[in-house]
């Protein structure tokens, strides 16, 4: 780098800052690259120290940078500028059955085809995980435990995972001991298992809209209603749509995603996930919670859950390590509150216990293998490929497009011009070798038809020609 000089003009902190601003825009730093240390570029600019902390504070305070606690600096997610986020979304305030079994496991089936561009569900990229490190801890782990790994854990299941979970459960807000906790084959049973546990056929649950296709098909299997809650993109549910829902329709449970929702990547607030508790909590109202994507925040603090504000033990909170380590380990589980007996029971009757070898090894990583050192490394990624897939979004769908901009985790949903149809895109692009997710999978109703849900959990040359033939597509529907 070129030492940095001030004409005297300009404060030579703000040089400094004008310097690493033309990098970042130039693309010499991408979003989640570090950039050089204090120290580093003090040495290379020939600057003081303090004229870097401050050039830095002032990169920070633009959100261009952020400083991440014993790491570093690294540049933040960028969005294009030119590219609007979505509104509000306005499904229709009423229960309904859902009616798009089908197309969603079509979807599903694409993940199958190792030949299709992997756009289309929401699966992490295993060349990211610690797949040699897990595997090994499994091996390990069941000769150390030979007896109990070939045993069934009956449930609550696995102490050794669940006193684990009890420790990472106060880094969301919640002060649990191990038996207040159940493990599951997966988030989606703990889902499942909580709907169950509360909800009789021809109840009525109130959902996010856009919503993740699994729950709309398990809400469906089990002879529910689902109501479709108008849901922001940057903060979650209208908490003035669900009062009034509440106060209108008879309603048995609330189910959201408060931190980085699928489709949408919308994280609440605390005070609306206070909020939100309290509401349903004054009308005795379970709140099942997925808190799968909570771990996959690109800011260094970790956003804390709804079950933080619980005082009256209705949030069943549900989460597992699918989306970060191991999605075929099948591990999650379930924090169900007043509910545990019954989620005890019907766990029993149904699956009777998780796979014993799994759960010791993931018990195993989360103690001794460096899963908070394997999270940062996965937000880096996760944060600059989203920025560079929003970026090729911006730049070849049809002008009209919006785009999310979320905090966390890695899906984007992208809203096209109203004459672009989503399932007309999805059969096109598969004639091309990619998979996307079309926008009426993610409701009951089958709205948003012209948005689609895009995986960015992959991203090389590959990946880019892909979205620039989506553009395409998109383009020749105008």
């Not at 991408?30 to 050039?55: C, H, K, N």
């Not at 924090?335 to 014993?356: D, H």
Request: hydrophobic share 40%; charged share 20%.
């Amino acid at each position: 780098m070129n030492t940095v000089k001030s004409g005297g003009k300009i404060p030579l902190y703000e040089s400094v800052a004008g310097r690493v601003a033309q990098l970042i825009g130039e693309g010499t730093f991408r979003a989640g690259d570090r950039i050089p240390s204090v120290r580093a570029l003090g040495r290379q600019f020939q600057v003081s120290l303090t004229t870097v902390m401050e050039a830095y504070t002032l990169l920070e305070d633009r959100g261009l940078i952020e400083a991440r606690p014993q790491s570093g600096y690294y540049v933040r997610a960028r969005f294009p500028g030119s590219t609007a986020e979505p509104e509000m979304t306005a499904p229709p305030l009423k229960p309904t059955t859902v009616g798009t079994a089908e197309l969603s496991m079509m979807v599903m089936r694409d993940t199958r085809n190792p030949d299709l561009v992997p756009l289309g569900a929401a699966i992490p990229n295993p060349e990211l995980l610690p797949v040699d490190r897990l595997n090994r801890m499994l091996a390990t782990e069941s000769r150390k435990h030979a007896v109990a790994s070939v045993s069934y854990d009956m449930p609550p299941g696995c102490e050794r995972l669940r006193v684990q979970i009890a420790r990472r459960m106060l880094a969301v807000g919640c002060a649990l001991a191990p038996d207040q906790i159940v493990t599951t084959s997966g988030c989606i049973e703990a889902v499942v298992l909580s709907l169950r546990a509360i909800c009789r056929p021809g109840d009525t649950v109130a959902v996010e809209s856009p919503v993740y296709y699994n729950f709309l098909q398990a809400i469906d299997l089990m002879g529910l209603k689902a109501l479709e809650i108008p849901t922001h993109p940057r903060t979650g549910i209208s908490l003035d749509a669900l009062r009034y829902a509440l106060d209108h329709t008879p309603i048995r449970a609330c189910l959201v995603v408060a931190n980085f929702n699928n489709p949408l990547g919308s994280l609440m607030p605390d005070d609306h996930k206070r909020e939100l508790v309290a509401m349903l909590a004054a009308r005795r109202i379970p709140l099942i919670e997925d808190d799968i994507y909570g771990d996959l925040s690109f800011s260094p603090e970790r956003p804390r859950a709804a079950k933080a504000f619980d005082e009256a033990g209705l949030v069943l909170y549900c989460t597992s390590v699918t989306k970060t380590v191991a999605p075929g380990y099948r591990v999650g589980w379930v924090a169900p509150g007043i509910f545990q007996k019954e989620i005890e029971r019907l766990k029993a009757v149904t699956t009777i216990a998780c796979s014993t070898p799994t759960e010791l090894a993931v018990a195993e990583f989360l103690a001794n293998g460096g899963y908070d050192h394997h999270l940062r490394r996965i937000r880096r990624i996760y944060a600059r490929q989203m920025s560079l897939m929003a970026e090729a979004v911006g730049q070849a769908f049809p002008v009209g497009t919006r785009v999310t901009r979320p905090e966390g985790g890695f899906v984007l949903w992208v809203e096209c011009p109203e004459r672009v149809d989503s399932l007309v895109l999805y059969e096109q692009a598969l004639t091309r070798g990619i998979t996307i997710a079309p926008g009426p999978i993610f409701s009951a109703t089958g709205k948003y038809r012209n948005c689609i849900r895009l995986n960015a959990a992959w991203w090389d040359d590959r990946v880019e020609r892909a979205i620039h033939t989506l553009g395409e597509l998109a383009a020749a529907m105008m």
